[in-house]
């Protein structure tokens, strides 16, 4: 299983001190709240933090998800003494990872980072998701051609995602592969969008046509937020097959929406989104698309070094911030009621332990 | 005897300009504007409403410029299809340049109506602080502001008397934005929040509605609670139209019956909306004033088909309705029997992606309506069943019809019983509906029916194909024929080049054409472009960065979107979007 790094390695040691004695006890809590709760897509492998980490201000200087720059940092060890998990035998796993009867076991393991992870860089949300699987540059869908989509590669060193971001289906294998010259990871990230996460969500509804039938995208959302209670149906969220949320980025001069339900995984909802918003993330893109490979890779490296990746959050039902990965895919997407690439470098909140937090959270 | 057109100058300016102010339809004004130069200039300067259909269409400073005078304006931005999210988020239609423009050349202007544009919270602010007396605001499916910009426009619109936000998406940041109207602000008349997601404040509200005697029309949103609204309710029982927010609660005899006299207290209402998650708890009380309704619009009411029935059968001289698919066809039946005054009909799918068992409503439910309703004109029908015979027999029972947008919901279904495609059923509503403006086709379609629509729809405005025809002569058929058309939206269907070209300068006589999935290639749209320079020719592309330049003629266009502008290209388009 793979092993995601301690989320902060930054916090204080007092606190980790505390932590270290406590975790016994938070880790047999934590068994006794949780076992009841299937894992499968926990991205997040700290839910000793709090399966719900709540953004705080000021913000921490921090990569989102918690994944430092030294990935050989021990799994479980150093000054995440609390991270010292195995007994606490809850599993969470990165999708692909696992196998899909994995809900009867309740072992915790730390899962490691993912192949061909660059030591001393900082990653981002796709990064931290698709630790299954060899990353490499998704080959080419459409024509041998390696071009820097317009919203691909470059806002994040991975491969063109491949969800389409107009509202297409989540899984349109039609993009070209994006290839950033000169990036780190070259051949080494794969964003494939349902290529090794075979692990089947609750049977999803037949595959949906963008725009049809024709309704009112005001319509669907209304519906899908407030979801009827006359009905007898198992769950309380309304087949209208969609939920739109808005997602924005700091600096970005509007917003866009997503529509939530044709992702299936955190996976593909971060290709989109990169490929959405990549033309943000590298300033002057020009009128029609990316100038010129070199030049913007470099300024993207130059931005992943300096510190300045974004990280996606996304607001709950209680208004609270929230990182977005923590939760089950389907928790997430219940929950969820728009989103916010925020500069990394603003995201500083995210991940500092706070005892009083946790504690809260889970007594 | 007076040569030329000197007659005009045989009565002053101002007889002419009182002549015209009886001509209503901007065509007309439009043709008195072309007769002769001081005709022009008088009904330039005379006109006092405008409405521009596209806003790329035109300059905002030329028409400002044009009609010095304007006191109302109406303004479309994004194409129809936007609503279905199929039109980029940033395409634009913003409404910058057009406040802007205003705030210069009209600051008399009262009255601005936008749809599908992206408004901004400066644009709003713009607006409150540039028109002295600023009346009325409507914005329908509108984005890109929030209830900050709202809060200026209830601080600074001392006259304000219609604030009218229908389906926009509205960011909530500021929760008070209702406590910013004055306290000697009383001139509101309506006031239509529906949209608004978060909750307002109730005793606020309160005040509000207490010191406007002329409030007429007030919608709510879907946040307040039962008990609230009631007691907002009961402030003004001078309404004429209403928009409940939740219709739900627990069951409290206390508060059915305060709602019970709230609405019995109603002696003037016409038009009821929102009802959202109406049970039958709650229902009953208000069946006081079903007898006088004529606009009801239950579209987001998960009423199920007892009680639905049971109300709508009550409202006797229902003009307009609007609701579920939930009502089925006995519903239907039983609306054809007792509201024999509709008009207007929109049946929206509750469940349109399948996940539950299908709802009983099926093509008899139209069919009994057609028959039942006499005065039937425009129908919106979501189903997933449809036969030729059906609308043949709507056809003959309805040949009054203006407005028909039929939706079956999966594509290509044909009929359920011959198994054949429909075009005998659409062809004979356009052969019988000879003043049809508006059509919308579904199901399984060859290029046939694109005959008929093209030979027989001479009224026809507004028509939207999605997944028809076979080849390019539909698209053909269409343009060559449809002398009135202003306004073509197709998706997914086979349609490309040739039909487009040879029909190229039909495009100079429409408002907006719109192509997605189709098989058009780059080259025709470049050909196009070159053969008429009024058009631009929109060719929209989010998958790919390069720009168009580099890109081959055979380059197949996912979206193409062309209109008739004297603008010339605009200037905003985002990345995705290139004119060709």
């Known amino acids: 299983h793979r092993k995601l790094l301690p989320n902060n390695n930054k916090t204080k040691p007092k606190g980790a001190s505390f932590l270290f004695w406590f975790s016994p006890f ?291 039902k209680d208004g609270d911030w929230m990182l977005v990965g923590d939760v089950p895919w389907e928790m997430f997407t219940d929950s969820c009621k728009r989103l916010r690439i925020m500069k990394g470098s603003d995201a500083i909140g995210l991940g500092k332990y706070d005892p009083v937090n946790v504690l809260c959270y889970i007594f | 005897m007076v040569r030329g057109f000197g007659w005009a100058a045989a009565f002053p300016d101002e007889v002419w300009e009182h002549v015209f102010s009886f001509l209503a339809a901007d065509a007309d004004r439009n043709a008195v504007a072309l007769v002769c130069r001081a005709w022009h200039r008088i009904e330039r300067r005379s006109r006092r409403r405008v409405f521009v259909g596209n806003c790329y269409a035109v300059a905002p400073a030329a028409a400002v410029r044009r009609f010095p005078e304007v006191r109302a304006a109406a303004i479309k931005g994004k194409p129809h299809f936007a609503d279905f999210n199929l039109v980029p988020t940033d395409w634009g239609g913003g409404a910058e340049a057009w406040v802007e423009a205003m705030a210069e050349g009209w600051p008399h202007l009262e009255e601005l109506r936008l749809k599908r544009m992206v408004v901004s919270d400066d644009c709003l602010e713009l607006i409150a602080r540039s028109f002295k007396n600023f009346g009325v605001l409507s914005l329908v499916s509108c984005d890109g502001f929030s209830t900050a910009g709202l809060a200026a426009i209830a601080a600074n619109c001392r006259n304000l008397r219609e604030l009218d936000l229908h389906e926009n998406e509205v960011e909530d940041n500021c929760l008070n934005w209702i406590s910013h109207f004055p306290e000697s602000f009383t001139s509101l008349v ?218 079956i919901i999966e594509p290509h279904t044909p009929d359920y019983i011959s198994q054949e495609p429909l075009d005998a059923g659409f062809s004979a509503i356009v052969e019988s509906c000879k003043d049809l403006r508006r059509l919308s086709l579904s199901g399984l379609l060859t290029d046939r029916v694109f005959k008929s629509i093209g030979a027989s729809a001479n009224r026809l405005e507004m028509l939207s194909v999605a997944f028809a025809g076979d080849s390019d002569a539909g698209l053909h058929y269409i343009l060559s024929g449809c002398k009135n058309l202003r306004k073509l939206e197709i998706r997914d269907c086979p349609f490309g080049d040739k039909a487009l070209l040879d029909n190229a300068s039909k495009l100079e006589t429409m408002r907006s054409l719109w192509m997605s999935s189709c098989s058009v290639t780059l080259g025709a749209c470049r050909q196009l472009a070159l053969k008429m320079p009024r058009l631009n020719v929109e060719v929209i592309d989010e998958r790919r960065g390069r720009p168009l330049e580099s890109w081959p003629d055979d380059f197949p266009v996912e979206k193409l979107y062309i209109y008739r502008t004297v603008a010339g290209p605009r200037s905003d388009t985002p990345p995705c979007v290139w004119t060709v």
């Not at chain 1, 000793?48 to 990569?63: A, G």
């Not at chain 2, 998650?277 to 309704?293: D, F």
């Not at chain 2, 606009?295 to 088909?305: D, V």
């Open chain 2, 190 to 407: 309506s006031l239509n929040i529906a949209c608004l997601e978060g909750d307002v404040n109730t005793s606020v509200l309160e005040c509000l509605i207490s010191r406007c005697p002329n409030l007429k029309t007030l919608r709510l949103n879907h946040a307040m609670p039962l008990e609230k609204l009631v007691s907002l309710l009961q402030r003004a029982p001078q309404l004429v139209d209403v928009g409940t927010s939740k219709f739900s609660a627990d069951h409290h005899p206390e508060l059915f019956s305060k709602l019970e006299s709230t609405f019995a207290g109603f002696k003037h209402l016409k038009s009821l909306s929102g009802i959202w998650e109406a049970g039958p708890t709650y229902l009953p009380a208000i069946y006081s004033v079903c007898e006088s309704l004529t606009s009801l619009n239950l579209c987001y009411a998960t009423i199920q088909s007892p009680e639905l029935l049971k109300f709508v059968s009550r409202c006797k001289n229902l003009q307009r309705l609007w609701v579920m698919d939930l009502i089925e066809d006995n519903g239907l039946i039983a609306v054809a029997a007792s509201c024999k005054l509709l008009q207007e009909l929109r049946v929206f799918p509750s469940d349109p992606y399948g996940v539950a068992p299908p709802i009983s409503l099926t093509e008899h439910g139209l069919v009994a309506i057609s028959a039942g309703c006499l005065m039937l004109h425009s129908v919106l029908y979501f189903c997933r069943q449809m036969t030729n015979a059906a609308l043949l027999t709507i056809a003959n029972n309805r040949p009054n019809l203006t407005c028909f947008r039929l939706c």
């Open chain 1, 26 to 316: 938070l880790a047999f809590f934590l068994v006794i709240l949780l076992l009841p709760l299937r894992l499968r897509n926990h991205h997040h492998f700290d839910v000793l933090w709090c399966s719900r980490r709540r953004l705080m201000s000021p913000p921490l200087e921090h990569d989102y998800i918690g994944l430092s720059e030294v990935p050989s940092a021990a799994v479980g060890g150093g000054e995440e003494g609390a991270l010292n998990l195995k007994a606490t035998e809850l599993r969470l796993g990165l999708p692909g990872s696992e196998s899909p009867d994995r809900k009867d076991k309740v072992g915790l393991t730390l899962e490691l980072l993912p192949r061909g992870f660059v030591s001393g860089a900082k990653r981002g949300f796709s990064d931290a998701i698709d630790g299954a699987g060899k990353w490499s540059f998704a080959s080419g869908e459409s024509g041998s051609e390696v071009e820097l989509g317009k919203g691909g590669g470059l806002f994040s060193p991975r491969g063109e995602p491949v969800a389409g971001s107009s509202g297409g289906q989540g899984t349109g294998g039609k993009d070209a592969a994006a290839k950033a010259a000169g990036q780190e990871r070259k051949g080494a990230v794969q964003v494939g969008s349902s290529v090794g996460d075979d692990r089947a969500m609750a049977p999803a509804a037949k595959a949906q046509v963008v725009g049809w039938p024709p309704i009112r995208s005001y319509r669907k959302n209304t519906m899908a937020t407030n979801p009827s209670k006359n009905k007898d149906d198992a769950d309380g969220k309304q087949g209208l097959g969609c939920l739109y949320v808005k997602v924005s980025m700091d600096g970005a001069p509007y917003l866009r929406k997503v529509d939530l339900k044709i992702y299936k995984n955190y996976k593909e909802l971060s290709s989109a989104l990169e490929k959405m918003f990549s033309c943000f993330t590298i300033g002057q893109c020009g009128s029609h698309g990316i100038p010129g490979k070199d030049g913007l890779s470099e300024s993207r490296l130059m931005d992943l070094l300096n510190g300045s990746e974004y990280v996606l959050t996304y607001e709950d």
